[in-house]
């Protein structure tokens, strides 16, 4: 039953993240202008592949194969979690549902890799699913893709003139992935994700999740999430947290900090909900 319940609200979550699909919408024009610039390196691009067990597996679908390996390694631990905490209530629904978004966030990735099937320098065109016009450019060991549109008319949650945007990098020597993500309307940001996940030489993956999102009535305030995650191949932490403030947050990167704790990556929030799983066993704390 915890499965199905589970299932259908991803299936909510992923029908408002793509609702749209674009058709509706106008180009935004050339949205590699506001990919976040990072930082460049000169590094050969198999560096990256050389590192925590070979990540990259094909040129042109590095980010397809940086998404699986993040995920792939937490799929053990979802599953003992999911076996292991039968008696649950809302409360650890909703901290499961929350500690699931970002996987829910980087899954489409793989969509900019297909604008570039043949490896180019930089392409463009619409991504797969979302409609969206969508560009994917490779520099050295950087990949910047960014996507976004502009409703030309109401549809659904959205309404004529919002713009919807994506950007981020990921850089395949140092394995690190940054995403953000608004809606816009009327020069005011409604909404406003960012996502950080950090593949250490040694195997552990460090994820930071943070997001304040509209709610469906315009009158409710707007939710407020966020969540830290750290794993390896012996033991797994989430913390999902709350926090105050609108969408001109501000944040500390994870990527560069060497091996960092949850708790150190959240001490800015309030944790309402602990996943450990270690030896096998799975626990959920909430606070």
């Given at each position: 039953?915890k499965k ?10 992923v029908t408002c993240l793509?609702t ?8 935004m024009?050339d949205?590699?202008?506001q ?10 691009n ?7 067990g070979?990540?990259?597996?094909e040129?042109?679908n590095e980010?397809?194969d940086y998404?699986t390996a993040?995920?792939?390694a937490?799929?053990p631990?979802?599953?003992?979690i999911?076996d292991g905490?039968?008696d649950?209530d809302?409360?650890t629904l909703?901290?499961e549902?929350s500690?699931?978004i970002?996987n829910?966030?980087?899954?489409g990735?793989g969509?900019?890799?297909i604008?570039s099937?043949e490896?180019l ?10 409609g969206?016009a969508?560009?994917r450019?490779k520099?050295g060991?950087e ?12 549809k659904?949650?959205?309404k ?10 990921l ?9 953000e ?5 009327d ?5 406003r994700?960012i996502?950080e ?5 040694n195997?552990?993956?460090l994820?930071q ?5 509209a709610?469906y009535?315009e ?5 407020r999430?966020a969540v830290?995650?750290?794993?390896d ?11 105050q403030?609108g ?6 990167s994870i990527a560069?900090k060497g091996d960092?704790q949850p708790?150190?990556m959240?001490?800015n929030?309030t944790?309402?909900?602990r ?5 096998g066993?799975a626990?959920?704390?909430k606070?």
């Amino acid at each position: 039953m915890k499965k199905i319940i589970i299932l259908v609200l991803m299936i909510i979550l992923v029908t408002c993240l793509l609702t749209g699909c674009g058709k509706e919408g106008t180009s935004m024009g050339d949205v590699s202008e506001q990919t976040t610039a990072g930082t460049k390196e000169n590094n050969d691009n198999e560096s990256g592949s050389k590192k925590a067990g070979g990540i990259y597996k094909e040129a042109g679908n590095e980010l397809g194969d940086y998404t699986t390996a993040v995920t792939d390694a937490e799929k053990p631990f979802s599953k003992v979690i999911e076996d292991g905490l039968a008696d649950e209530d809302m409360d650890t629904l909703s901290a499961e549902m929350s500690m699931a978004i970002p996987n829910v966030i980087i899954a489409g990735l793989g969509m900019y890799d297909i604008l570039s099937m043949e490896d180019l320098p930089k392409e463009e065109g619409k991504l797969m699913l979302s409609g969206y016009a969508g560009v994917r450019e490779k520099i050295g060991s950087e990949i910047k893709f960014s996507s976004g549109i502009t409703y030309d008319e109401d549809k659904g949650m959205n309404k004529k003139g919002d713009k919807i945007s994506e950007q981020g990098n990921l850089n395949t020597s140092k394995n690190t992935l940054f995403i953000e993500s608004k809606k816009e309307r009327d020069g005011k940001v409604l909404s406003r994700t960012i996502m950080e996940a950090v593949i250490l030489d040694n195997g552990t993956y460090l994820v930071q999740y943070i997001s304040v999102a509209a709610s469906y009535r315009e009158s409710d305030p707007p939710k407020r999430v966020a969540v830290f995650k750290r794993y390896d191949k012996d033991e797994y932490i989430t913390l999902t947290t709350t926090f105050q403030g609108g969408t001109d947050f501000t944040y500390d990167s994870i990527a560069g900090k060497g091996d960092l704790q949850p708790d150190a990556m959240a001490r800015n929030y309030t944790i309402n909900g602990r996943f450990t799983v270690k030896g096998g066993k799975a626990a959920f704390t909430k606070q």
